[in-house]
C-alpha cells in the first residue's frame, strides 16, 4: 500500500464553521506533512509531524490547527478561515523526517465563503 | 537560502516527440536530494524521478531521464516518446539531505498535442 489518503475531496465552508481535513497512510511513515497549494503555484509547506510530535509550523495562522492522533493519522481541524484560505490541502508523508521521498495525497479542494 | 528555478511556465511536445523541462537550483549545501513531481488535473502530486546529489549517473525511470550538473547547479528533465498522459503541471524540487523541507520551482504546465 504506497497510498496517502485524504478526505474529504471537497469541502465548502462558512467563515464561522468549524470542521477537519483528515490524512490517513499505512506505508509505517513516521514523518507527515501538511502543504497548501494555490491555484498555478507550487505546494507550500504548513506544518511537520514527525513520530507523531509537531517538529514544524510554517508560522501558520492559528484558525489553522494540526493533530497526529497515531503514526498512521494527520488531521488539520479549521476554524474561522477566510475566503483567502481557499486552496488545495495535501497531504504528505515520507519514511523519515529526512525528506527522501515524499508521498502525496490527492488534496483536499476547500472553498471558504 | 535554497532556491529553485524553473525559467519555462509552459511547454508543449508532439505526441511520441522528446521534450526537456529545465530547472536550476542554488544551495551551499554539497549534500542533497533533487525530486522532479508530476500534478497532473487529478491533482496529486506523483514522483516522476529522484536524483541523490553523491551519485555522478544521471538518474533513468523508462522513459524519464535526468541531467544533472551539480557544477552548474541544473537539473533538466527529458521525457521521450510523450504520451498523452504526460499531460500535467510538472515541478522540480529540492531538499537537503538533512532537511524535512522540500523547496518547489513554480513549475512547468507540459501539454502534449496529439
Known amino acids: 500500500d504506497t497510498e496517502v489518503t485524504q478526505t474529504p475531496k471537497h469541502l465548502v465552508m462558512g467563515m464561522t464553521n468549524k470542521k477537519s481535513l483528515k490524512c490517513e497512510q499505512h506505508m509505517g511513515h513516521r514523518a507527515m506533512y501538511w502543504y497548501k497549494q494555490k491555484a498555478k503555484k507550487p505546494p507550500e509547506l504548513m506544518f511537520v509531524y514527525s513520530y507523531e ?13 494540526p493533530e497526529c492522533p497515531n503514526s498512521s493519522l494527520l488531521n488539520l481541524h479549521l476554524h474561522a478561515l477566510q475566503p483567502e484560505d481557499s486552496a488545495l490541502y495535501l497531504c504528505a508523508s515520507s519514511q523519515e523526517q529526512r525528506n527522501t521521498e515524499a508521498f502525496f495525497g490527492q488534496g483536499t479542494r476547500l472553498t471558504v465563503v | 537560502a ?77 521525457i521521450s516518446d510523450s504520451q498523452l498522459g504526460d499531460a500535467a503541471m510538472y515541478f522540480c524540487a529540492y531538499t537537503r539531505t538533512s532537511g524535512s523541507r522540500l523547496t518547489f520551482g513554480e513549475g512547468t504546465q507540459l501539454t502534449v498535442n496529439p
Open chain 2, 2 to 78: 535554497q532556491t529553485v528555478t524553473q525559467s519555462q511556465p509552459e511547454m508543449s511536445v508532439q505526441e511520441a516527440e522528446t521534450v526537456t523541462l529545465s530547472c536550476t537550483y542554488d544551495t551551499s549545501e554539497s549534500d542533497y536530494y533533487l525530486f522532479w513531481y508530476k500534478q497532473p488535473p487529478s491533482r496529486q502530486m506523483i514522483l516522476v524521478i529522484r536524483q541523490e546529489a553523491y551519485k555522478q549517473q544521471n538518474a533513468t525511470e523508462n522513459r524519464f531521464s535526468v541531467n544533472f550538473q551539480k557544477a552548474a547547479k541544473s537539473f533538466s528533465l527529458k
Open chain 1, 53 to 65: 510530535k509537531l517538529s514544524i509550523n510554517e508560522s501558520v495562522p492559528s484558525r489553522f490547527s
